[in-house]
């Protein structure tokens, strides 16, 4: 996939190429505009409905369009897990004096997407975005975008965990097409994986307690939790009764992802670790094991 939406996101910006669109996207891209441009002709002077020109090439890469108010996965990083298919929206506005036919959307990583050796991660929405004009703002459009991302098969090879920008594009009805390749950016992260185990249960006051545990993060290529290895990890503890945990220490994982802490006993309570996470990786925070004191 991402040699297809690498190719989508250089074309995006070198007149957006419906060559990076399946044939079934094409397909729908001109029901879709020819609808519109059939409902709005006749309030458009000058305006045609032909289809066949915004299955070709549109006429200029000089775009007028204006894309605001651009949204990811409701604002939220796309945390993505080891096998399991992510699924987020992307939503944004458009304004286009000449009105909107046809959106697409893109996250891409690299130097240059108007080349294919500029880009080093791409991943393209899984159709073309559903666009409607507001009642009462003619040029206005609300657009979402849907995209369904394969930890394998789309991610796997295809950049790296971290920051990926947004490339929007549109053809308006007259088939001149704008685009802007950083409209905004988020965070793409592999899932994380955090386990605790607090012993002795029972404890005596004042006795050792030794907490253990692990740290693993997705590997998207091989679809498992490795270790993580090398992370800072507190220990917390909540006492019993109490819906606060205070930190105790912090730790670094070890080999294969392995934590281990003491603490002495003092009250009953609930032990867990917790990782804020990185850039590249998700937080994560261990069940609370409770140990009893006596």
């Avoid at 040699?3 to 399946?22: C, D, F, K, N």
Wanted: contains cysteine; hydrophobic residues 35%.
């Amino acid at each position: 996939m991402r040699i297809r939406a690498a190719v989508g996101v250089a074309a995006g910006l070198a007149l957006l190429s419906p060559i990076a669109l399946s044939s079934a996207a094409q397909a729908h891209a001109q029901t879709q505009a020819h609808a519109q441009t059939q409902a709005q002709a006749q309030s458009r002077p000058g305006v045609t409905a032909d289809l066949q020109s915004l299955a070709a090439r549109p006429d200029t890469v000089i775009g007028n369009a204006k894309f605001s108010n651009a949204v990811i996965n409701g604002g939220k990083s796309v945390v993505v897990g080891a096998t399991a298919k992510k699924s987020f929206k992307v939503s944004y506005d458009v304004y286009y004096a000449g009105g909107v036919a046809l959106s697409v959307a893109y996250l891409w990583q690299g130097t240059d997407s108007t080349t294919e050796d500029g880009i080093t991660g791409a991943l393209e929405a899984s159709d073309v975005s559903d666009c409607t004009e507001s009642a009462t703002q003619q040029g206005h459009y609300s657009c979402t975008a849907a995209f369904s991302v394969d930890p394998k098969h789309d991610l796997a090879g295809n950049g790296v965990p971290g920051t990926w920008k947004l490339l929007l594009g549109a053809w308006d009805l007259y088939a001149d097409a704008s685009t802007d390749d950083d409209v905004t950016t988020t965070l793409i992260k592999r899932a994380a994986k955090l386990t605790a185990d607090a012993t002795p249960e029972p404890v005596k006051k004042g006795r050792t307690i030794t907490v253990k545990g692990k740290l693993t993060q997705a590997d998207w290529a091989k679809g498992t939790y490795p270790g993580y290895k090398g992370q800072p990890v507190k220990l917390q503890f909540r006492k019993k009764g109490s819906t606060t945990y205070s930190t105790l220490k912090t730790v670094t994982s070890g080999t294969g992802g392995s934590l281990s802490a003491t603490t002495k006993a003092t009250y009953d309570g609930y032990y867990r670790f917790l990782y804020a996470g990185t850039k590249a990786t998700d937080a994560a925070t261990a069940t609370g094991d409770y140990v009893d004191v006596r």
